[in-house]
């Protein structure tokens, strides 16, 4: 399954008003494909750095669902995260390691603690 | 399960919440802020505009610097305790508000309750709505002026109140290109500096056009445009196709009231301010006693309003916890109160103003038959207006997308019946 366009561009370095300060950068997964991103700021921004907008599939048709508020609104960037199920993209911080996977319709059954 | 008790919950640290906090605990009210952001401020952290608004200390300011000088106000104050990622779940009959932390979910008792949830955005009807790569005018400013991310490399925006213009020149100043701005309505809904500024750097701004489609196989890979007629229906043979990926909705907020709806509080329909909202009187308490609100959540407007509002809330709480002499009170609500008439002067203001008597006028009819079932106990269910339907909504309006929904599955979200004109009237900002 193709995880869209990446683009090197995404990240903003000059901007004429905001600064935006360094931060420590982190390694975590996407789909098994190890990806780069900094650490603390939400999962869906780093996964959008890196060109990746499908999060997760709806339950019946499977159409292709991305983030769309970014503010915990709407539950349409769920993503499994270390097997974790309907995590959301748009709130969840990026931590050092994290198993990022896309959510087909309701996800795998949570397991128990790992 | 953590339990902590307080004198003053309020939900939501924008400018609302955040002047409630800081009045309230001026009286020495032991307060609570809960919000599920980082960081404080609300709305303001993504301006990075110089602020409209009449406010004496914040016109002409740059939001994120408002934020700033707020947020430090709270981090100083000793009587407000701040519970920052920390979303509120639901409010219990009991007092209880339950919460959920990082660390797991809690329960906070308060003997009073402030909502100030904001706003969320509008969603409209089109094939390919669901696609990714549709996203709020939010979630692009979220996105690109909090986290330092492009939403995208070219970006379609719809409506053109101040939001969509200002948002578009925010893109531009990151670096994005934005293919067009459309708006349904005969004129452009914002200010005139916002969209020259736009126009100069070579954005088209189209009137009486809309989004016919987006489309794309797995994300959004263009969208077609076109021209409506006077009856709001597009026009065959105008269609445009754009090249864009992003394509960004600034057609309005409504109420974040789901709190609000979920503890019982009475609600109105009243397009004026936004969609539904609660019902409350001139000291911001809803028809739940003890349960106050204000800002966005209480009608779409402006952050200069929704301060003064959260002073109000805050004034009130703490009066009715007996922290303000009948002296003091009633001179802090005639200042309070002369600020927001002063605000709510203008022209602009006319919308508001109507949408607030109808909910006042729909709030007295509440009371009074509240009055005449208290006096006939037998033969009404206690708290419940039956025959009141100016306040039973007919019809339950989606304040957020509902992107599962069987109309999201069939590729269009859904919206509030509202077609494509809602750039211009919904937009309490710019108007
Ligand atoms: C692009 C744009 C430009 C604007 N420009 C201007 C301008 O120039 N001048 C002006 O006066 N106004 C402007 N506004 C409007 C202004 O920002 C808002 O009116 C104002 O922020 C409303 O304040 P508020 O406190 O009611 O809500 P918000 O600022 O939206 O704050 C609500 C807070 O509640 C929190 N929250 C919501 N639900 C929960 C929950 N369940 N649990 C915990 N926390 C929760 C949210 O995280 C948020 O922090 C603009 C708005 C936008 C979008
Ligand atoms: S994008 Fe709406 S909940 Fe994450």
């Known amino acids: 399954m193709e995880t869209g366009r990446s683009s090197c561009k995404t990240r903003i370095e000059d901007h004429p008003i905001l600064d935006f300060p360094a931060r420590k950068e982190v390694t975590f997964t996407w789909e098994g494909q190890e990806l780069r991103g900094y650490e603390g700021e939400p999962i869906a921004a780093a996964l959008h750095a890196a060109g990746i907008k499908v999060l997760h599939t709806s339950h019946k048709s499977k159409r292709p669902r991305g983030f769309f508020c970014a503010i915990g609104n709407c539950s349409s960037c769920l993503v499994v995260v270390n097997g974790v199920p309907n995590v959301r993209a748009c709130t969840e911080k990026l931590r050092e390691g994290m198993r990022v996977q896309r959510q087909e319709g309701t996800g795998p059954a949570p397991r128990s603690r790992e | ?431």
């Open chain 2, 1 to 431: 399960m953590a339990v902590r008790t307080t004198e003053l919950v309020i939900i939501g640290a924008g400018p609302a919440g955040i002047c409630a906090a800081l009045e309230a605990a001026s009286h020495g009210v032991k307060t609570t802020l809960v919000d599920r952001g980082e960081e404080l401020g609300g709305q303001l952290i993504k301006q990075t505009h110089k602020f409209f608004g009449w406010h004496k200390k914040s016109a002409g300011t740059r939001g994120v610097l408002i934020a700033k000088k707020l947020a430090e106000e709270v981090l100083n104050n000793e009587n407000i305790t701040l519970l920052n990622s920390t979303e509120a779940l639901g409010y219990y009959d009991d007092g209880t508000l339950l919460v959920e932390t990082p660390r797991g979910i809690d329960r906070v008792l308060g003997d009073r309750l402030i909502v100030a949830t904001g706003a969320s955005e509008r969603m409209l009807l089109f094939p390919g709505n669901d696609l990714p790569g549709v996203y709020g005018a939010g979630a692009v400013q979220t996105l690109m002026n909090v986290h330092g991310v492009r939403p995208g490399d070219s970006v379609l925006m719809i409506g053109s109140g101040n939001i969509g213009l200002i948002v578009s020149y925010q893109l531009l100043q990151a670096g994005v290109r934005v293919a067009a701005v459309v708006e349904a309505m005969p004129t452009i809904g914002g200010y005139a500096v916002h969209a020259s500024k736009i126009r100069r750097l070579g954005v088209p701004i189209m009137t009486r056009h809309t989004i016919k489609e987006a489309y794309g196989k797995e994300q959004v890979e263009g969208a077609v445009i076109w021209e409506l007629d006077e009856n709001w229906n597009g026009i065959p043979g105008t269609e445009k196709d754009l090249e864009v990926d992003v394509v960004c909705l600034a057609i309005g907020l409504t109420p974040l009231a789901e709190l609000l709806w979920q503890c019982g509080a009475e609600m109105a329909y009243i397009p004026e301010l936004g969609g539904f909202v609660p019902l409350y009187d001139e000291t911001m308490e809803t028809t739940r006693k003890g349960v106050f609100v204000a800002g966005d959540v209480a009608g779409i407007e402006e952050a200069s309003t929704a301060m003064a509002a959260g002073r109000m809330a805050g004034l009130s709480a703490a009066r009715s916890l007996g922290k303000v002499s009948d002296l003091d009170y009633s001179r802090l609500r005639n200042e309070i109160a002369g600020e927001l008439e002063g605000l709510r002067s203008g022209p602009a203001s006319a919308k508001i103003l109507s949408g607030i008597a109808k909910m006042r006028a729909m709030l007295q009819s509440v009371k009074e038959a509240a009055a005449v079932s208290e006096a006939e106990p037998a033969n009404q269910p206690a708290n419940q207006p039956a025959d009141q339907p100016a306040n039973r909504p007919a019809k339950q309006a989606a304040s957020e997308p509902a992107k599962e929904g069987d109309l999201a599955e069939a590729g269009a979200r859904d919206s509030e019946a509202q077609g494509n004109n809602g750039s211009k009237s919904e937009e309490a900002v710019g108007a």
